[in-house]
């Protein structure tokens, strides 16, 4: 029986076009005009005991200017953008708040999902594999997913062009189904399999790729000053995924050159991950497991302990355009033999919270995720694809070419897939 995870918050289905107007390498945003509530789906969902999907919102001693009649107009408007870069002018009207005030009344808008459980014999032994994981919610807004997004579209407009350093952007070609999404790496160069130059798979440390983006040490500080992430476990290096369509990643245990917790944040589309002791390969690009479980835009999937060690994890072929950013703390023995310390990711406070607070529910009542006029024409062409794929998909009869995703050199792009001129090195 497969195990659905259902959440109240179910985000939109959406995606940017790739073609974005050319920002700055500091991965500006453009103005929003026109926006507009995007659709969803359904599934059929399976609850199981000690499974519901509550989100809890851990209540904070918020500053004692906040008057009810303020918190009452923007309590619950996630529109609220922080000084903190990533985000830009904000669409409401703040009602004098300070970013102390706005910063709490944000955190407190996090759901947080901690109660995972999917019991497998292991050794003999009853076990919660999914023990460690953890999802948060509204993490990042509509006009900060936006922001994010351009930034990594225009990363990616400069590996194509050879201006990042030659492992950290690869794009090798799509042949044949599920292979060949594009990855961009930062803090260090990850090799996924056996390289031609007898590398075993783990952290090159003799490789240098490009330190991570402005952007991404501001969403880092982020996760862990609202306790997503913990304070002794900062991220320095990340890998960035951009998936089209039926694009995948197959089964996997993350490698032990990065330690326990790591995050993974999701973008454009929703999509669903799996995880088990055992997953099985259907397919080119289709996987089945015994939990499924939907990643919501702008969402903050934290793996530890047995969800990261003894469950594996996989994303079967996504429904349409997606974009996700994996951050991870390199082990101290594994670090790059160039790789400096930024000192802009050491000292990061986690926000105080009220000792005597307890955790309340959280409202489900949600506005729809909601975009700039720019992006309706792809978000329709995307739904109108996706229902006629679903429509339309041939039955499988048969488990051909699956060897090809069995864990190897094919699974994951190899790095500097794509031919640049005048490439950094």
């Keep these: 029986m497969l195990c659905h995870y259902l959440f109240p918050e179910r985000m939109s289905k959406t995606s940017l076009s790739s073609d974005l107007e050319q920002g700055s390498t500091g991965c500006s945003t453009k103005d929003v005009s026109s926006l507009y509530p995007s659709e969803n789906g359904s599934e059929s969902i399976i609850k199981l005991p000690h499974q519901q999907a509550t989100m809890a919102a851990t209540t904070v001693s918020t500053p004692n200017s906040v008057s009810s009649k303020q918190l009452a107009r923007v309590v619950m408007n996630s529109d609220i953008l922080l000084n903190d870069g990533l985000g830009g002018t904000s669409p409401v009207i ?4 300070s970013e102390e005030q706005k910063e709490h009344i944000r955190f407190s808008q996090v759901g947080r999902k901690k109660d995972f459980v999917h019991m497998e014999k292991i050794n003999g032994k009853s076990t919660n594999v999914l023990k460690g994981l953890e999802l948060h919610t509204k993490v990042f807004n509509a006009e900060e997913h936006k922001k994010i997004v351009e930034c990594v579209y225009n990363l990616q407009r400069m590996g194509q062009k050879g201006q990042l350093r030659e ?8 042949w044949m189904r599920g292979k060949g999404r594009v990855t961009i790496q930062f803090g260090c160069c990850y090799n996924y399999a056996l390289d031609k130059n007898g590398n075993p798979p783990g952290i090159v440390r003799d490789e240098e790729v490009d330190p991570l983006p402005p952007l991404f040490k501001q969403m880092i500080k982020r996760m862990v000053r609202w306790h997503v992430l913990p304070p002794t476990c900062v991220p320095n290096s990340c890998i960035v995924n951009i998936y089209d369509e039926g694009d995948c990643i197959p089964p996997h245990i993350d490698h032990h050159d990065f330690l326990r917790p790591f995050c993974t944040v999701s973008f454009l589309t929703e999509c669903n991950i799996l995880f088990g002791s055992s997953l099985k390969i259907v397919s080119p690009g289709e996987f089945s497991g015994p939990v499924s479980i939907p990643l919501p835009v702008g969402s903050v999937l934290i793996l530890n302990g047995n969800g990261a060690d003894i469950a594996k994890h996989c994303v079967p072929a996504v429904p349409g355009k997606r974009i996700s950013i994996t951050f991870r703390r390199m082990d101290d023995s594994k670090l790059p033999y160039n790789f400096s310390s930024d ?10 919270v009220s000792p005597s607070a307890k955790s309340t529910p959280q409202s489900h009542s949600q506005r729809p995720v909601v975009y700039s006029s720019f992006v309706k024409p792809i978000v329709q062409q995307n739904l109108h694809r996706n229902g006629h794929f679903l429509e339309n998909k041939p039955e499988e009869t048969g ?16 790095l500097g897939g794509v031919k640049k001129s005048g490439s950094r090195q």
Excluded: A, Q, V
Aim: one cysteine or more; aromatic letters at 8%; proline letters at 13%.
């Design 399 to 414: 488990k051909t070419k699956n060897d090809l995703f069995l864990c190897g050199k094919d699974d994951f792009p190899p």
């Design 94 to 97: 703040d009602n004098g708040l």
């Design 343 to 352: 000192p802009e990711l050491s000292g990061i406070k986690p926000l105080i």
């Design 167 to 174: 492992c950290t952007y690869s794009e090798p070609r799509k």
